[in-house]
């Protein structure tokens, strides 16, 4: 079996069976990052190492009940207050600072169930113009979408929305009670019809099976076509949440995961997200040779802490990766 694995060239795929996805996953380490390494270098620039800001756009008291979120209005002990929605001018004041700093995509996300049509939801729409009119993608992620609601994100030009899995599908139901699997499965052809490229991935290290982790990329493999962005978080345990007590992921899991999406996933923008402050450089580095392509960028993410800007870029610059700003022509 190994020898069979790591001499495949892979076309890509929407077929993958479980058991496939498990073997890639299971390779030798050394193996796998170098399949990993060969496919990313076939599909993808290496040097390209997207820099994405994120911003809470409206931040507490969700009504879902996702066990990791110190957002959640069911983990009252998590100790995070309630916010209204920012204002447009504040945000738009946000994501200009954002490119200023080097960031290529700007990132909003609301702790909502799903927006409700009026002000709030246009409010959203002008935040969408504003930052694609700043020249930077833009990716919002706001729960569940109606298929009105994602076209109207659609005509504002919204590159892409964030609406992740979490884990496989025999796992999720001991994580999230109040929406299913399907109500995600939903909101993401949804999103795919409108024409609004997709941002779906999960987290690592919330007491599931590496049979779970291959599971969710298995079901994100399988969609014709992959979405354009994997994101693979590490879990950030947060006081007052159900999984306060989960022992921080092996930085090695975080590197299978980032090789075994970029393997069945070869164009996807994989995307080594929270978690990372927790990583050593070396760790960091490992993921980007097995495949990750994409941080976020900013002290900061919706609730949780991140690596700073300029320890990032030493990061970057010894990879021999310069920061380079982005341009100041606006988004066609």
């Not at 995509?105 to 694609?132: I, Y």
């Not at 298929?147 to 892409?160: H, K």
């Not at 009670?177 to 999960?202: F, H, K, P």
Request: glycine share 8%; hydrophobic share 40%.
């Amino acid at each position: 079996m190994r020898t069979r694995l790591a001499a495949q060239t892979p076309d890509i795929r929407h077929d993958w069976t479980l058991a496939e996805v498990r073997a890639v996953h299971d390779m030798p380490l050394l193996d796998l990052v170098h399949r990993a390494a060969a496919i990313h270098r076939t599909h993808n620039d290496p040097s390209d190492i997207q820099r994405a800001s994120l911003l809470s756009i409206k931040t507490g008291g969700c009504p879902e009940d996702c066990a990791y979120c110190p957002q959640s209005a069911h983990h009252k002990e998590a100790g995070l207050p309630r916010e209204r929605l920012m204002a447009v001018d504040t945000v738009l004041r946000e994501a200009a600072a954002a490119k200023e700093a080097g960031a290529h995509r700007f990132c909003m996300g609301a702790a909502w169930r799903q927006p409700k049509d009026g002000p709030e939801f246009d409010a959203v729409l002008a935040m969408v113009r504003g930052v694609r009119g700043m020249g930077m993608e833009a990716c919002v992620t706001l729960g569940m979408l109606s298929p009105s609601q994602a076209q109207r994100l659609a005509e504002a030009g919204l590159t892409a929305y964030n609406h992740n899995l979490d884990t496989g599908p025999d796992f999720y139901g001991d994580i999230i009670s109040t929406r299913t699997y399907q109500d995600r499965l939903d909101t993401l052809a949804n999103v795919r019809e409108a024409g609004i490229g997709v941002c779906c991935g999960g987290i690592v290290g919330m007491g599931e099976g590496v049979s779970d982790r291959a599971a969710m990329l298995q079901v994100l493999a399988n969609h014709a076509p992959h979405p354009e962005s994997v994101p693979i978080n590490a879990l950030v345990a947060v006081g007052g949440t159900p999984l306060e007590d989960r022992p921080p992921v092996d930085p090695l899991d975080l590197v299978r995961m980032c090789a075994t999406a970029r393997i069945v996933m070869p164009k996807a923008r994989v995307r080594l997200s929270a978690g990372r402050k927790s990583l050593t450089r070396e760790a960091q580095v490992l993921c980007f040779l097995a495949g990750a392509n994409s941080i976020f960028y900013g002290e900061r993410l919706l609730t949780t802490a991140n690596n700073g800007e300029d320890e990032d870029e030493a990061l970057l610059a010894d990879l021999g990766i310069p920061v380079a700003r982005p341009t100041l022509a606006a988004a066609e």
